[in-house]
């Protein structure tokens, strides 16, 4: 068995356990059988005129490839990449990606990777999306992109992603969907440097790590902090999510973004000092929306959709001192084949032509339903919910706990206009608080951003939200 060293080089952190970065990896000798690449070999080379399922080493010291943008490592099926301690992969700022093409069941294991130019939306590491792909004990950092693709069954586990200029992770592929991935064991750190939705804004093209059309995902155990964006961020049809005992803390934005998704179990998390700087900037901008430490947007529990579960479970969290808790968010506007929908191309997981969902069509079962990516069957419960009044820029637009939407109005042939959707999220879609923990002055907002309410309206009729939670030492059954 292949043994990939860690050597712990940083201070203790609040959470040690959790963080792979500033440590030494590296698999100390080459297993028989490998071929050993020096510094200063052509890697682009050795790959080309070896077999399918060749082993490479790569010895101590930094490693170039080819002198112009498309120099790059082109697998083949099967093949291994192992990087001493001290072994880097330095694109120069002048190669494009490290290790591309669609070969099947590569491993890349105790490499440094750095200094690559990715283009916007691409990666540098498993740039094609090869599929089931073992990505494992690296540090891919001070890349522009993002630090890797991803292909179905890719398993990524125990690397150090900072730094880099797009994502930590882009779990996207052109032409098709996604499936079974473990991210595992990480540290998603400092990415979004190049600050993405400031270059193009409302792009939707920033975070720690994007998951795009993913069907069944682990991500478990992972560091994701300080990440100039939203921490993890599920967007457009994914499915099948589990999100569990992870440490999510100071992310500008959302610690997670779980948006036209479905079926998701958040479990066993810590989020802590989440979405200080977005909510500060809305703060001050007198935008009175409720940014939450957890967003779910026009997501919910479809019980149609093969999953482990049919809700969105969010359990057994701490949510420590972010801006705000949980929103659950509908926009009456953004449905499949709907102008305001920015997701354009897509239609819910539902229907099938996009076409469908217009008028008069759209005004009957099923499509009055299906044509929307309804938030549904959301549960919290068992949470703890923590928060200092006194944060810096607080005033009355933090601290808070939501279930909304806004007033309809778009297109003229829309069904969902007026309190339509306002009062199904509220209400009818099986939405629900109960058995959570409370410290602070929380207050909640339902309907729509102008009604915030005390925890007493927030558990009193109409809304009988919290039913046996605790706000300090009081518990209201």
Same mark, same amino acid.
């Given at each position: 068995?292949?043994?990939?060293?860690?050597?712990? #080089?940083?201070?203790? $952190?609040?959470?040690?356990?959790?963080?792979?970065?500033? #440590?030494?990896?590296?698999?100390?000798?080459?297993?028989?059988?490998?071929?050993?690449?020096?510094?200063?070999?052509?890697?682009?080379?050795?790959?080309?005129?070896?077999?399918?399922?060749?082993?490479?080493?790569?010895?101590?010291?930094?490693?170039? /490839?080819?002198?112009?943008?498309?120099?790059?490592?082109?697998?083949?099926?099967?093949?291994?990449? /192992?990087?001493?301690?001290?072994?880097?992969?330095?694109?120069?700022?002048?190669?494009?990606?490290?290790?591309?093409?669609?070969?099947?069941?590569?491993?890349?294991?105790?490499?440094?990777?750095?200094?690559?130019?990715? @283009?916007?939306?691409?990666?540098?590491?498993? *740039?094609?999306?090869?599929?089931?792909?073992?990505?494992?004990?690296?540090?891919?950092?001070?890349?522009?992109?993002?630090?890797?693709?991803?292909?179905?069954?890719?398993?990524?586990?125990?690397?150090?992603?900072?730094?880099?200029? @797009?994502?930590?992770?882009?779990?996207?592929?052109?032409?098709?969907?996604?499936?079974?991935?473990?991210?595992?064991?990480?540290?998603?750190?400092?990415?979004?440097?190049?600050?993405?939705?400031?270059?193009?804004?409302?792009?939707?093209?920033?975070?720690?790590?994007?998951?795009?059309?993913?069907?069944?995902?682990?991500?478990?155990?992972?560091?994701?902090?300080?990440? *100039?964006?939203?921490?993890?961020?599920?967007?457009?049809?994914?499915?099948?999510?589990?999100?569990?005992?992870?440490?999510?803390?100071?992310?500008?934005?959302?610690?997670?973004?779980?948006?036209?998704?479905?079926?998701?179990?958040?479990?066993?998390?810590?989020?802590?000092?989440?979405?200080?700087? @977005?909510?500060?900037?809305?703060?001050?901008?007198?935008?009175?929306?409720?940014?939450?430490?957890?967003?779910?947007?026009?997501?919910?529990?479809?019980?149609?959709?093969?999953?482990?579960?049919?809700?969105?479970?969010?359990?057994?969290?701490?949510?420590?001192?972010?801006?705000?808790?949980?929103?659950?968010?509908?926009?009456?506007?953004?449905?499949?084949?709907?102008?305001?929908?920015?997701?354009?191309?897509?239609?819910?997981?539902?229907?099938?032509?996009?076409?469908?969902?217009?008028?008069?069509?759209?005004?009957?079962?099923?499509?009055?339903?299906?044509?929307?990516?309804?938030?549904?069957?959301?549960?919290?419960?068992?949470?703890?919910?923590?928060?200092?009044? $006194?944060?810096?820029?607080?005033?009355?637009?933090?601290?808070?706990?939501?279930?909304?939407?806004?007033?309809?109005?778009?297109?003229?042939?829309?069904?969902?206009?007026?309190?339509?959707?306002?009062?199904?999220? #509220?209400?009818?879609?099986?939405?629900?608080?109960?058995?959570?923990?409370?410290?602070?002055?929380?207050?909640?907002?339902? @309907?729509?951003?102008?009604?915030?309410?005390? $925890?007493?309206?927030?558990?009193?009729?109409?809304?009988?939200?919290?039913?046996?939670?605790?706000?300090?030492?009081?518990?209201?059954?």
């Amino acid at each position: 068995m292949l043994q990939v060293s860690v050597e712990t #080089t940083a201070e203790a $952190s609040e959470e040690p356990a959790r963080g792979v970065c500033g #440590t030494t990896v590296g698999v100390p000798s080459a297993p028989e059988g490998a071929l050993v690449v020096e510094p200063g070999t052509d890697l682009t080379d050795r790959t080309r005129f070896s077999p399918p399922g060749t082993t490479f080493w790569l010895a101590p010291g930094t490693h170039h /490839l080819s002198d112009d943008q498309f120099g790059q490592v082109m697998p083949k099926d099967g093949n291994v990449y /192992l990087g001493a301690p001290g072994a880097v992969l330095d694109g120069r700022r002048l190669n494009r990606a490290a290790f591309t093409t669609s070969a099947k069941d590569v491993v890349i294991r105790g490499l440094t990777i750095r200094g690559f130019l990715g @283009q916007q939306d691409q990666g540098v590491v498993n *740039h094609d999306s090869g599929e089931r792909w073992t990505i494992q004990g690296n540090v891919i950092e001070d890349n522009d992109g993002a630090a890797m693709m991803t292909g179905s069954g890719q398993r990524v586990i125990g690397n150090c992603l900072r730094n880099n200029g @797009q994502y930590g992770i882009n779990a996207y592929r052109a032409g098709g969907g996604l499936s079974d991935l473990l991210i595992e064991g990480n540290e998603i750190t400092g990415n979004n440097t190049g600050d993405w939705e400031t270059k193009i804004p409302g792009c939707g093209c920033s975070g720690g790590a994007k998951f795009w059309a993913v069907n069944r995902a682990d991500i478990i155990g992972n560091f994701v902090h300080h990440n *100039h964006g939203v921490g993890l961020w599920a967007d457009t049809n994914n499915n099948d999510f589990l999100i569990q005992d992870n440490v999510i803390e100071d992310n500008a934005s959302e610690g997670l973004f779980y948006e036209i998704s479905y079926n998701l179990d958040l479990i066993g998390n810590t989020f802590r000092r989440n979405a200080l700087v @977005q909510g500060r900037n809305r703060a001050a901008k007198g935008d009175s929306f409720p940014v939450g430490s957890v967003y779910i947007s026009e997501s919910g529990g479809e019980p149609r959709l093969p999953a482990r579960t049919s809700q969105i479970d969010i359990r057994g969290n701490l949510f420590s001192d972010n801006w705000s808790g949980i929103t659950l968010w509908e926009n009456a506007d953004r449905f499949c084949n709907s102008p305001a929908n920015t997701s354009s191309l897509s239609c819910t997981a539902l229907v099938s032509p996009m076409s469908t969902c217009s008028d008069p069509g759209i005004t009957t079962a099923p499509l009055y339903s299906d044509c929307r990516w309804k938030t549904q069957r959301v549960l919290v419960h068992e949470n703890t919910f923590e928060f200092d009044e $006194s944060l810096e820029g607080c005033l009355d637009r933090c601290g808070r706990m939501a279930v909304l939407s806004n007033y309809g109005t778009y297109p003229a042939w829309s069904p969902y206009r007026g309190n339509v959707i306002s009062e199904a999220i #509220t209400f009818r879609q099986e939405n629900r608080w109960y058995d959570n923990q409370y410290y602070g002055p929380w207050r909640f907002v339902a @309907q729509d951003a102008s009604r915030q309410l005390t $925890s007493a309206q927030w558990q009193a009729e109409p809304y009988r939200q919290d039913v046996c939670s605790g706000f300090g030492e009081t518990v209201t059954c």
